[in-house]
């Protein structure tokens, strides 16, 4: 048996929330990740973002982004995966999604937490040394009686004198560029083991997870909430998600043509696969296109299984 699927997997617990990636798509959705202190503490330093106000007492800091998750696990051995995060499920063909959304989808990188972290800690030191530089020539050049910490450089008027300096401009594109793609390497940082609220020992590699994460962009609903208390996260994790609700960019949509790519629709039990068929058949939009012709509906219909199937064939 392989020990990965072919397909990338995305689990659900509601079946209206699942009728409602059959209808537009997978939709991306808030969620918190812990991070190492140390990354946090660097993040925040480069300038270029700030943390969450009003930051109230907890254990745990983190970044707070939209995603959907996926894993490669195959079907028959899913079992305690759909314990954890629902038995409704959609499978799709892996080297479709990792073609069609490339600049997206990655697998997580498990790793022992104490070593990698601190490797992520110098990794992300590095755009605020850079940015620390770039505040010396503008205090040299500019303002020579300020101090380099007074530069806030998520300001606009601090953002503008340094594009007016075409050394200066260069520099910090190139620390936007870096600092961008190192965040995107902190997103996909999970340690191999954990605990759980309870104090269990989870180990994490098990999920077998991918992420499709959408870039972080200021000033807009999918900007991502950075250097937040997990327990801050929970308040305003429903208007976070609500934002993205209401907006077009925010699912991961498969036009008609390409329905050939759903490799598994999964439901709990046989009861519901009747009501499953009964919704492909007449949804007046699926997987975010409403140009579905009667073959491609009748494709996805013969996809349709159940977790109580599975288990009693196989």
Not at 96 to 108: A, D, K, W
Not at 139 to 146: E, G, I, R, T, V
Not at 232 to 252: G, Q, R, T, V
């Amino acid at each position: 048996m392989n020990p990965n699927s072919e397909s990338l997997f995305h689990f659900t617990r509601k079946e209206a929330v699942f009728k409602s990636i059959l209808k537009r798509g997978f939709r991306y959705s808030f969620a918190f990740e812990r991070v190492p202190e140390s990354v946090i503490d660097n993040i925040l330093t480069r300038g270029l973002f700030k943390a969450t106000e009003d930051i109230s007492i907890s254990t745990y800091r983190g970044i707070a982004m939209p995603m959907v998750s996926f894993c490669d696990i195959p079907l028959i051995r899913v079992e305690r995966h759909s314990k954890n995060y629902g038995r409704f499920a959609i499978g799709v063909k892996k080297d479709f999604l990792c073609n069609f959304y490339s600049e997206f989808i990655n697998p997580v990188l498990y790793g022992d937490s104490d070593t990698i972290s601190k490797a992520l800690t110098y990794i992300s030191c590095a755009p605020g040394y850079l940015l620390k530089n770039l505040c010396s020539i503008l205090c040299k050049d500019s303002c020579p009686n300020s101090q380099s910490d007074e530069f806030d450089l998520s300001s606009s008027n601090v953002r503008q004198l340094i594009y007016n300096n075409v050394g200066c401009k260069d520099l910090f594109d190139y620390c936007i560029e870096l600092s961008q793609s190192i965040n995107n390497l902190i997103s996909l940082y999970k340690p191999t083991y954990s605990k759980n609220s309870n104090g269990k020992i989870l180990y994490n590699y098990d999920e077998r997870e991918w992420r499709a994460i959408y870039p972080n962009i200021r000033d807009t609903e999918f900007q991502w909430q950075i250097g937040l208390y997990e327990c801050e996260f929970f308040d305003i994790k429903d208007s976070l998600n609500k934002a993205l609700d209401n907006s077009e960019d925010a699912f991961i949509v498969i036009p008609g043509h390409w329905f050939n790519q759903i490799s598994h629709i999964v439901v709990p039990t046989e009861k519901i696969v009747e009501r499953i068929t009964n919704y492909i058949h007449h949804s007046k939009t699926l997987f975010g296109y409403s140009d579905i012709s009667f073959d491609q509906r009748i494709h996805l219909i013969s996809k349709i299984t159940s977790f109580e199937r599975i288990k009693n064939d196989y």
